[in-house]
């Protein structure tokens, strides 16, 4: 009795959490994929293969390209710093790198606004010397860059915590200096914490509004990424356009989510 | 390469590691660090590497100052207590790590490794990772990574202190062996004073920071300079300001003039070697090692009284007068008495 009352349990607990996770994740994801293929594959095709989609897919891509590799150098050397380096000023460096988690990202694209606009510390200086930071790329990338930060640093601190530095010191006693011992050391040994780093980041990225639509004024077919293509095609009532512009965007983080699995299981077979 | 470490000081926040350590290591010497936890002996051990930067003292290999050499240049060959293995790569490549980074030919990494791996006995081993070896296996993997680089100097931190006491005994063994055909200067450090004996030619003991002895095996058990050395190289009774190894003390059943009267505790029969626990008088508690023939001759049980005669005795307080054993006599722990005296009780 004891062990059918557990075995009630144990489905009810899994009935419970599939529900919940169904009615919140899954629901919405299943509608707009239905809604954006209910009168076919053309109105969505058609929406994304338009001009400003194609402009705005190609953009949301370069911002990826641009930000996660530099967020990718930053965050393992600043997880180095944090775990290796451990300093006085460590613990602030730790606390400012959440930055990006606490505020929300309008805020964040209102902080850029001012620093870089016409009024702000930079702006002037900058537009002076014929740099354009706002209403164009260069700010957008900014704005990527700050409100997905935190993701590698977050990831790879608790791996190169967890592998010590025996393997290091190791390494060291056998004639390596700190640059080979980093390349063949740490970071083979830390590389699934950078990778799922990278992965949250590009998600991150993809999918970043708040901040990118103050910077960039999102301007059709100029500084429109994905999901600021999305948001204007729907305030436009054109609705195919807004979920196939969704559904690729979606595709896009399932993409990574997927690239990842499939490397993984590689280096485990 | 003989090894010398001058007066060297370490501190960790509030706890002095090494407190002015000075040791002579010489050249092909198979030599051990022997201390409890926190005696400094692997703060050693990892300053003479390069691993910890001395706050104070120097590091001489082969009679040249390394103190300021950065560890990869110090030419050592160092094994971790936990392997330090390199998880992400084979047997063979964890061998040839150093070879590569040395940048030798392909052929020539792979004839010295193939050779290093039958040297430990892992040659069919060769392409396996490191989580698919048994713990004796990757420690002997990490030895033959650390000999590949033909080292100046090898160092050993604990090397068996994870492994089981059966392997413990195989690799100690071996280890010596390997020593005598290799010659090359070793260190190694236990806190397990029968490992060091058996293993090691010279010991150092160390305590609290700083060397209490170096010596023989022999010249440590025999002559022990402190008290700590005494009681940690071999088994010791205290009685009083004497103490007195548990084989020397004689057990008689009838009343004997200068013996101590004391009740039978407990007999524990372990193996060839009988430990018999006895009570004294004002409750010191000693015991003595006896034969299993000896025990039968004299028919001890639990409870029965009889009288203690410590034979060799030894007492590191200089100022009082070597006498009997007597557990009545104040004791009076002084760790530093330079002058150990031995005395022959009555």
Same mark, same amino acid.
């Given at each position: 009795?004891?062990?059918?009352?557990?075995?009630?349990?144990?489905?009810?607990?899994?009935?419970?959490?599939?529900?919940?996770?169904?009615?919140?994740?899954?629901?919405?994801?299943?509608?707009?994929?239905?809604?954006?293929?209910?009168?076919?594959?053309?109105?969505?095709?058609? @929406?994304?293969?338009?001009?400003?989609?194609?402009?705005?897919?190609?953009?949301?891509?370069?911002?990826?390209?641009?930000?996660?590799?530099?967020?990718?150098?930053? *965050?393992?050397?600043? @997880?180095?710093?944090?775990?290796?380096?451990? $300093?006085?000023?460590?613990?602030?460096?730790?606390?400012?790198?959440?930055?990006?988690?606490?505020?929300?990202?309008?805020?964040?694209?209102?902080?850029?606004?001012?620093?870089?606009?016409?009024?702000?510390?930079?702006?002037?200086?900058?537009?002076?010397?014929?740099?354009?930071?706002?209403?164009?790329?260069?700010?957008?990338?900014?704005?990527?860059?700050?409100? #997905?930060?935190?993701?590698?640093? &977050?990831?790879?601190?608790?791996?190169?915590?967890?592998?010590?530095?025996?393997?290091?010191?190791?390494?060291?006693?056998? *004639?390596?200096?700190?640059?080979?011992?980093?390349?063949?050391?740490?970071?083979?040994?830390?590389?699934?914490?950078?990778?799922?780093?990278?992965?949250?980041?590009?998600? $991150?990225?993809?999918?970043?509004?708040?901040?990118?639509?103050?910077?960039?004024?999102?301007?059709?077919?100029?500084?429109?990424?994905?999901?600021?293509?999305?948001?204007?095609?729907?305030?436009?009532?054109?609705?195919?356009?807004?979920?196939?512009? %969704?559904?690729?965007?979606?595709?896009?983080?399932?993409?990574?989510?997927?690239?990842?699995?499939?490397?993984?299981?590689?280096?485990?077979? | 390469?003989?090894?010398?470490?001058?007066?060297? #000081?370490?501190?960790?926040?509030?706890?002095?590691?090494?407190?002015?350590?000075?040791?002579?290591?010489?050249?092909? %010497?198979?030599?051990?660090?022997?201390?409890?936890?926190?005696?400094?002996?692997?703060?050693?051990?990892?300053?003479?590497?390069?691993?910890?930067?001395?706050?104070?003292?120097?590091?001489?290999?082969?009679?040249?100052?390394?103190?300021?050499?950065?560890?990869?240049?110090?030419?050592?060959?160092?094994?971790?207590?936990?392997?330090?293995?390199?998880?992400?790569?084979?047997?063979?490549?964890?061998? @040839?790590? *150093?070879?590569?980074?040395?940048?030798?030919?392909?052929?020539?990494? #792979?004839?010295?490794?193939?050779?290093?791996?039958?040297?430990?006995?892992?040659?069919?081993?060769?392409?396996?990772?490191?989580?698919?070896?048994?713990?004796?296996?990757?420690?002997?993997?990490?030895?033959?990574?650390?000999?590949?680089?033909?080292?100046?100097?090898?160092?050993?931190?604990?090397?068996?202190?994870?492994?089981?006491?059966?392997? $413990?005994?195989?690799? &100690?063994?071996?280890? $010596?062996?390997?020593?005598?055909?290799?010659?090359?200067?070793?260190?190694?450090?236990?806190?397990?004073?029968?490992?060091?004996?058996?293993?090691?030619?010279?010991?150092?003991?160390?305590?609290?920071?700083?060397?209490?002895?170096?010596?023989?095996?022999?010249?440590?058990?025999?002559?022990?300079?402190?008290?700590?050395?005494?009681?940690?190289?071999?088994?010791?009774?205290?009685?009083?300001?004497?103490?007195?190894?548990?084989?020397?003390?004689?057990?008689?059943?009838?009343?004997?003039?200068?013996?101590?009267?004391?009740?039978?505790?407990?007999?524990?029969?372990?193996?060839?070697?009988? &430990?018999?626990?006895?009570?004294?008088?004002?409750?010191?508690?000693?015991?003595?090692?006896?034969?299993?023939?000896?025990?039968?001759?004299?028919?001890?049980?639990?409870?029965?009284?009889?009288?203690?005669?410590?034979?060799?005795?030894?007492?590191?307080?200089?100022?009082?007068?070597?006498?009997?054993?007597?557990?009545?006599?104040?004791?009076?722990?002084?760790?530093?008495?330079?002058? @150990?005296?031995?005395?022959?009780?009555?």
């Amino acid at each position: 009795m004891g062990a059918s009352s557990n075995r009630h349990s144990r489905w009810g607990l899994r009935t419970l959490g599939l529900g919940y996770l169904t009615l919140l994740l899954l629901a919405p994801l299943v509608m707009i994929f239905y809604k954006t293929f209910e009168h076919g594959l053309a109105p969505p095709i058609e @929406a994304i293969t338009s001009s400003d989609g194609l402009h705005a897919l190609k953009l949301t891509l370069l911002m990826v390209a641009i930000a996660v590799p530099l967020n990718t150098i930053f *965050g393992v050397g600043c @997880a180095l710093l944090l775990v290796r380096h451990r $300093r006085r000023g460590s613990a602030i460096i730790d606390a400012v790198i959440n930055l990006p988690f606490a505020i929300s990202p309008i805020v964040i694209g209102l902080s850029l606004f001012l620093l870089y606009g016409a009024h702000g510390w930079f702006g002037p200086a900058l537009a002076e010397a014929g740099i354009e930071i706002l209403f164009s790329v260069p700010g957008m990338v900014l704005a990527s860059i700050f409100v #997905s930060l935190p993701f590698v640093v &977050r990831e790879t601190v608790p791996v190169l915590q967890e592998i010590g530095t025996e393997q290091e010191q190791a390494a060291s006693t056998l *004639g390596a200096n700190a640059w080979q011992t980093f390349w063949r050391i740490t970071l083979p040994a830390i590389r699934w914490g950078v990778a799922y780093g990278v992965v949250l980041t590009t998600a $991150r990225v993809l999918g970043e509004f708040g901040a990118v639509t103050i910077v960039s004024g999102s301007i059709s077919g100029k500084t429109q990424t994905l999901p600021l293509f999305v948001e204007k095609q729907f305030q436009n009532f054109n609705l195919p356009g807004a979920y196939g512009a %969704s559904v690729v965007l979606a595709l896009l983080a399932l993409t990574t989510l997927l690239a990842m699995n499939v490397l993984k299981r590689k280096e485990d077979a | 390469m003989g090894i010398t470490v001058e007066g060297a #000081s370490k501190r960790f926040g509030d706890f002095q590691a090494l407190n002015d350590v000075s040791i002579e290591v010489p050249n092909g %010497s198979l030599t051990a660090l022997l201390g409890p936890s926190g005696s400094g002996k692997s703060t050693l051990l990892r300053a003479i590497a390069g691993l910890e930067t001395l706050d104070g003292g120097r590091v001489l290999i082969d009679d040249e100052d390394v103190s300021k050499k950065p560890t990869q240049k110090r030419e050592v060959g160092f094994v971790f207590q936990h392997y330090a293995a390199f998880k992400h790569m084979t047997v063979f490549e964890n061998v @040839a790590f *150093g070879l590569k980074i040395r940048k030798m030919e392909k052929a020539k990494i #792979s004839a010295r490794v193939h050779e290093l791996l039958q040297l430990v006995q892992l040659d069919g081993l060769a392409e396996r990772y490191p989580s698919q070896l048994s713990g004796g296996q990757r420690q002997r993997m990490a030895l033959a990574r650390a000999l590949a680089v033909e080292p100046q100097v090898l160092l050993l931190d604990e090397p068996f202190g994870a492994l089981d006491a059966k392997v $413990r005994k195989d690799l &100690r063994t071996w280890l $010596r062996r390997l020593h005598d055909e290799m010659h090359v200067t070793t260190i190694f450090v236990t806190h397990d004073q029968e490992e060091a004996m058996d293993v090691a030619g010279q010991l150092v003991v160390m305590n609290e920071g700083r060397v209490e002895q170096s010596g023989t095996a022999d010249e440590l058990y025999e002559q022990p300079a402190t008290e700590f050395v005494m009681s940690f190289v071999g088994e010791v009774n205290r009685l009083g300001e004497h103490f007195v190894r548990p084989h020397d003390m004689a057990v008689a059943l009838d009343r004997d003039d200068g013996a101590e009267e004391a009740m039978v505790q407990r007999i524990v029969a372990l193996g060839f070697e009988i &430990r018999v626990e006895f009570v004294l008088g004002d409750g010191t508690e000693v015991w003595a090692q006896l034969t299993r023939a000896e025990l039968q001759k004299l028919e001890l049980r639990e409870g029965q009284i009889v009288y203690l005669r410590p034979g060799q005795t030894k007492s590191f307080s200089g100022d009082v007068p070597p006498s009997q054993g007597q557990g009545a006599s104040t004791p009076h722990g002084s760790r530093d008495g330079g002058d @150990a005296e031995v005395s022959a009780a009555v």
